[in-house]
């Protein structure tokens, strides 16, 4: 007896992306999607297979990610954004719904969604996973999106 196993290659080209981001901290934001584009480009994607969606902030990134997902134009879709724990526990908050919503998707719409979203409970450090010391999430989502859309398509 053979054992079948897959795997998703790294090859981005012929695949569509679409990436959602948020504009609220766009210091960090900004990071991050130039690191998911350059990922994107590096591994064989075309800029015309790349669509962009920036929205306010974190809480609105689900609906256009849900969007994006829905018409299956898209091989996998990356959300990307910043959020920083402040003095109130409204950041927790944000990131626990964030998180389960983008899994909700993803499972409803059998599409591959990847959270690109830095949490963290200090500037210094979203500002190290936002393309210093801990590398670039926008870039770790993006890979993760091309090896996850080429899983699915092995399967079709």
Known sequence: MSTQEYAGKLIATGLKFGIVVSRFNDFLTRQLIAGALDCLARH??????????????AYEIPLAVQKLAQG????????????????????????????????????????????????AETLEQAIERCGTKSGNRGWIAAQSAIEMANLFATWK
């Open 72 to 119: 299956k134009k898209c091989s996998a879709v990356v959300a990307l954004g910043a959020v920083v724990q402040g003095a109130t526990p409204h950041a927790e908050l944000i990131n626990t719904q964030l998180a389960r919503a983008l899994m909700q998707i993803a499972l409803e719409s059998g599409v591959p969604v990847i959270d690109g979203v830095v949490a």
């Open 44 to 57: 064989g994607a075309a800029e015309a297979d790349i669509v962009v969606a920036w929205v306010p902030g």
